[in-house]
């Protein structure tokens, strides 16, 4: 008979342990929607290791229903010192159920009980009927459920570093038995359920006990025997704390669950439900090791017929007919657009349509005057994207009137898709399969050689924009998102386009030249460590650096990991203060890190052509409207150390002569939110000119002016700013300033106190939210939030968390777009040329000579892009690199 694998998960434990293991990543990992997915992605991160590990034939997530358990009902205080659970963390939840759906994992709770009774009780059956069980938690507790055949594995870092416990091993450790850790919990109490115990009983005095007498009634039945006599005074007025205990430290063995075993059985992945959970959550990581389904890739078999020509040197003149609006699709495979091969493309009109592979064609004035013509219009998928690629080969695009990637994002920011075929089936279009079913996916996604599959794909692809075209404008209309779609993203489209082929030059002997500084400084710093340490070792070693550290060197070692000890970054910060050798290992992580990543990535893509990079901007990524920059992303490079500031230092100008030139808008959400909330405190300190920090800090810590405000009060009162802004929760403001969350709870009242209109727009913008189903920004951007009425409280709470941030983001990345589209309008009379955006910057390159003129012209056009209820402020500065441009 074939050996059955049990495996059991202690669902709200993991996520717990994930959460918190990656929570100094908090900002960093979210997703488009804005949703953390620490949790998440730390949850899935376990499922690999332990499904690797275990191969189970069953398996199942067990969480607790509530905080309302028959242990509340026995003890009224248990786990009620607990804090309540960070909103961050809390919003995940729901998703993780959506995880483990998607990778065709049960999971399960019970009404009254925890999740430990669930797993206690499916483990005892799954003893009693010959499975061989791992359960897997952050909770040492459920080492009593260890038996011969279930071995429980308790995360120790993370959560994928375990140790395993077996009843030997148990014994070997605590000297007792699986079953007795009970009577230990029983005596010592237990602060995080938050049951008392006996006083002055500790561990070891607890491990003892039972040892010696087997169990708490046996340490009660034998008390005579006991030495001390305080013990025995503590454990004779602690008797009915110790029974209590035992009551509550007991996992059950017997709940009255709904489920049996056999509605555990894993089969293994939904494979499109969890790609398309995986690219919701934005974890590229995990979609690349997503396996390859077997079989060759094919059209989907119901769409119906479609015919198509295959255009050739000999048969362009049949394109003369084309007039008015013209189709027109340019197909590159690979994710970036400056670097692809130019596959193939497909043009036509009202269903004849032409395809081919020979991209040269293109070139050719039958097409080229077609795709040049300003009196044709283009409709097309992704004009930016097609703009570029047509740039490469000397074809100027122009009049798109319809890009059915951009007005589906525009209708529907949660459905960012790159995939035409993905796209399509959004709006109940059935006629084209995805790229993937055709192309493939990862190192196997590759351009069909059969013609009749290649060419039936482009003709789809041109028919499903020619399709979709009236559905959707018509759609555009009734969001009134006309004039946002025509006036500010359409246009956009073609400036950011022509901004990323024009590039920004970079010095590659100046990042050399910066390379070779920080390897002598870097080899300063080993030979400082050396010297501290008093031998040599590989530093990059977590082994042999925690033998240095906590073995050598007798530093307090704060955690231990499978392999020996964690010298993570948050250890070594809280270690810092004990030696030098540690700052100076920071600091040597914090260089190669730049070394590696910026300097010799950089170096990597700098263009042997023109010696430029050539960033692309995703237009249709975010949730509100923001720009993204990749390949490289020029919006990430580091500011926070002169190191990663000096990185600035090799983007120059592509003249001699000429100077980098950086205008940027000051705090711009900030004012957004004064301007829509209407809250006159707010609206007073920007027209008064103030700090807006120092007023807010003003007012929160009860000064009479802002010269009382100190550096760290105003550093505490911008956090809060900024937190609001984005929807912090007290959780998260305690762990940006390093307060208690009930300080921070204070701070986030007293602000809303202050500015008492800032709270009545969070109210009522969620209020319309419930009322609608989504927010809008100041161009009538909006952003559906199905989950705001949701009878989930986690789901609904992030609902409401991001209709109140989401208009300020979105309102703010209106803005500086305007004035994109302004600025670009009026750099035509100049040289000057906008190179990049990064965040609420704009940076352009200028001969020196306009840098007088452009000191006026940039922020008047910024300054007045829109019109708020305060003024827009802009800061001006240049230099002869971006770095002395700030």
């Avoid at 351009?447 to 759609?475: S, T």
Wanted: glycine fraction near 6%; hydrophobic fraction near 35%; include cysteine.
């Amino acid at each position: 008979m074939a050996e059955k694998r049990l495996l059991l998960i202690d669902g709200n434990s993991i996520a717990f342990r994930a959460f918190y293991a990656l929570y100094k990543s908090l900002d960093r990992f979210t997703n488009a929607e804005g949703l953390h997915t620490t949790a998440i992605y730390g949850f899935n991160t376990m499922l690999d290791t332990m499904l690797a590990k275990v191969n189970p034939t069953n398996a199942l997530v067990a969480f607790d229903a509530g905080k309302t358990t028959f242990r509340t009902e026995m003890f009224s205080d248990y786990k009620g010192q607990r804090d309540k659970t960070a909103s961050e963390l809390s919003e995940q939840l729901p998703f993780i159920h959506d995880l483990l759906a998607a990778r065709g994992i049960q999971s399960y709770e019970l009404k009254d009980y925890e999740a430990d009774d669930i797993i206690g009780t499916l483990a005892c059956q799954a003893d009693q009927a010959g499975y061989t069980t791992t359960i897997v938690t952050g909770d040492r507790d459920l080492k009593q459920l260890a038996t011969d055949q279930t071995t429980v594995a308790v995360s120790k870092r993370g959560v994928t570093e375990v140790d395993l416990f077996n009843p030997v091993k148990i014994h070997e450790t605590m000297g007792i038995t699986p079953i007795q850790i009970i009577d230990v919990k029983a005596l010592q109490g237990d602060a995080s359920d938050n049951y008392p115990g006996v006083e002055k009983v500790g561990p070891k005095t607890a491990q003892t006990l039972i040892q010696d007498y087997g169990s708490v009634e046996g340490v009660y039945d034998h008390l005579d025997e006991v030495s001390g006599k305080k013990l025995k005074e503590h454990l004779i007025s602690g008797k009915e704390n110790a029974l209590l205990g035992k009551k509550l430290a007991t996992i059950i063995r017997d709940a009255p669950l709904t489920i049996g075993l056999e509605d555990t059985k894993y089969d293994g992945i939904h494979r499109e439900e969890l790609i398309a959970f995986y690219e919701k959550m934005n974890f590229q990581s995990f979609l690349n090791r997503m396996p390859m389904t077997d079989g060759e890739p094919k059209p989907v078999a119901e769409s119906e017929a479609i015919k198509y020509t295959e255009l050739t040197e000999d048969n362009l003149d049949q394109l003369g007919d084309l007039s008015g609006t013209v189709d027109f699709y340019l197909e590159m495979i690979d994710e970036n657009y400056h670097t692809s091969a130019i596959n193939g493309f497909a043009i036509g009109q009202d269903g004849h349509w032409f395809v081919s592979r020979n991209a040269s064609l293109i070139k050719r004035q039958e097409i080229r005057g077609l795709l040049e013509n300003s009196e044709v219009k283009k409709d097309v998928f992704d004009a930016k994207r097609t703009y570029v690629g047509l740039r490469r080969l000397g074809v100027d695009l122009k009049n798109v009137d319809f890009d059915l990637l951009l007005v589906s994002y525009l209708l529907n920011t949660n459905d960012n898709s790159n995939d035409l075929g993905k796209v399509a089936k959004e709006h109940g279009y059935q006629q084209i399969p995805t790229d993937e079913a055709v192309y493939g996916r990862g190192a196997k996604r590759e351009i069909p050689m059969d013609d009749l599959v290649f060419f039936e794909h482009l003709a789809r692809k041109l028919k499903a924009v020619a399709d979709l075209r009236k559905q959707l404008l018509n759609e555009l209309d009734r969001h009134e998102q006309t004039r946002l779609y025509y006036d500010i993203e359409l246009p956009i489209a073609v400036i950011l386009a022509q901004m990323e082929i024009e590039g920004i030059t970079v010095q590659a002997e100046t990042l050399e030249a910066m390379g070779s500084k920080l390897s002598e400084r870097i080899a300063e710093l080993e030979q400082v460590i050396y010297q501290e340490a008093g031998e040599e070792f590989n530093i990059g070693s977590p082994k042999q650096l925690g033998h240095i550290l906590f073995e050598q060197m007798g530093l307090t070692p704060l955690k231990k990991t499978k392999t020996g000890y964690s010298t993570s970054v948050d250890v070594l910060e809280q270690l810092a203060a004990e030696a030098p050798i540690v700052e100076n290992i920071l600091k040597y992580r914090q260089i190669t890190k730049i070394q590696h990543t910026y300097v010799e990535g950089l170096l990597k893509v700098i263009s042997p052509t023109d010696h430029k990079v050539h960033t692309r901007y995703l237009q249709t990524l975010t949730q509100t409207g923001r720009l993204s920059s990749v390949d490289p992303n020029l919006q990430n490079i580091p500011v926070r150390s002169d190191e990663g500031r000096q990185i600035r230092q090799a983007f120059v100008p592509r003249h001699k002569g000429w100077k980098i030139f950086s205008s940027d808008y000051s705090q711009i959400e900030l004012r957004v939110l004064a301007s829509i909330s209407h809250d006159q405190n707010m609206q007073d300190a920007f027209k008064n000119g103030e700090d807006i920090h120092a007023a807010t800090a003003r007012r929160i810590f009860g000064l009479s002016s802002n010269d009382e405000v100190t550096p760290d009060l105003r550093r505490q009162a911008k956090a809060v700013n900024f937190g609001i802004v984005y929807g912090i929760s007290d959780y998260g403001l305690s762990k940006n300033i390093g307060i208690s969350r009930k300080d921070a709870r204070t701070f986030i009242d007293k602000y809303f106190a202050e500015y008492p209109d800032v709270k009545k727009y969070t109210e009522d913008v969620v209020k319309a939210a419930e009322e609608t189903g989504y927010v809008e920004t100041i161009a009538h951007r909006r952003r559906y939030l199905p989950d705001i009425n949701s009878k989930n409280f986690n789901k609904r709470s992030f609902a409401e968390r991001t209709a109140m941030n989401t208009p300020i983001q979105g309102s703010a990345a209106d803005i500086i777009k305007i004035a994109m589209i302004h600025m670009q309008e009026a750099l035509k009379d100049y040289q000057a040329t906008m190179l990049l955006q990064v965040h609420d910057e704009l940076i352009f390159e200028a001969p020196e000579e306009e840098i007088s003129q452009l000191e006026k012209l940039v922020p008047s056009i910024m300054d007045s892009a829109v019109h708020l209820d305060v003024p827009l402020k802009v800061e001006s500065h240049y230099g002869d690199t971006w770095y002395d441009a700030k």
